[in-house]
């Protein structure tokens, strides 16, 4: 069975510390994503990740960045973490190529205070 | 820029029913549209993916259609049973390879 695990469903993290969300699949995909989730703004992208050690910004990538060391991992880091970074983050991988279905973890709640 | 719009935001009904999800993208230039499921607090489930060449798809009591030229998708589903009670998100992938989401409608089915 296909698997997107991300290391860390619940978080609470204090204004300025840095925090590091981990993303592992097992299914030898090209592509993997970060998007936040929040109530009535859907799923926005943060960045994305079509190779190892490549990353391209997402629609907002302001305040993350991210680091893909092997294929399997990709990690969202908040730099100095803020209140308004307070959100679901969910990860998601797809093979190379348009039109492949795309497979999300279970998502991590991080909430910043 | 591709704009993804689901409405309503929110459907209640009784168990039982057939009910009909509405997607509609602004611009036609689409290699797929995908549906997906989220239960509170999860992760999304992929449901159904409609390449852009295709009408509909099916998978055991759901139904998704494809209308590019109209912007428009549905997703069917037959005899709701509670448990299909979710959140139902739809995405199409534009022509530089991006998922373009739509804020989701949130299905309620009343035992």
């Known amino acids: 069975d296909v698997k997107v695990t991300q290391s860390s469903r619940y978080l609470v993290k204090r204004t300025g510390e840095k925090v590091f969300l981990e993303c592992v699949q097992d299914m030898d995909h090209e592509n993997m994503f970060w998007y936040r989730q929040d109530p009535g703004l859907g799923l926005r992208l943060i960045y994305f990740?079509?190779?190892?050690?490549?990353?391209e910004k997402g629609d907002i990538p302001e305040g993350y960045s991210v680091s893909r060391e092997k294929k399997e991992r990709f990690s969202l880091i908040l730099e100095s973490a803020s209140t308004n970074q307070t959100s679901m983050y969910l990860c998601a991988s797809t093979q190379g190529v348009p039109g492949n279905t795309i497979y999300f973890g279970e998502g991590s709640w991080l909430t910043v205070v | 820029k591709q704009e993804v719009t689901q409405i309503p935001a929110a459907l209640s009904v009784p168990e039982g029913e057939n009910l009909v999800l509405n997607c509609s993208f602004t611009d036609s230039a689409i290699y797929n549209l995908q549906w997906f499921r989220q239960d509170p607090g999860k992760g999304l489930t992929s449901l159904l993916l409609?390449?852009?060449s295709q009408r509909e798809q099916t998978s055991g009591r759901l139904n998704a259609s494809l209308d590019k030229s109209s912007g428009r998708s549905t997703l069917y589903i037959a005899a709701s049973q509670p448990g299909d009670s979710a959140t139902y998100l739809c995405?199409?992938?534009?022509?530089?390879?991006?998922?373009?989401w739509g804020a989701g409608t949130k299905l309620i089915i009343k035992p």
């Open positions: 990740s079509y190779d190892v050690k490549m990353k």
């Open positions: 995405a199409v992938e534009d022509s530089n390879y991006q998922l373009i």
């Open positions: 409609i390449q852009s």
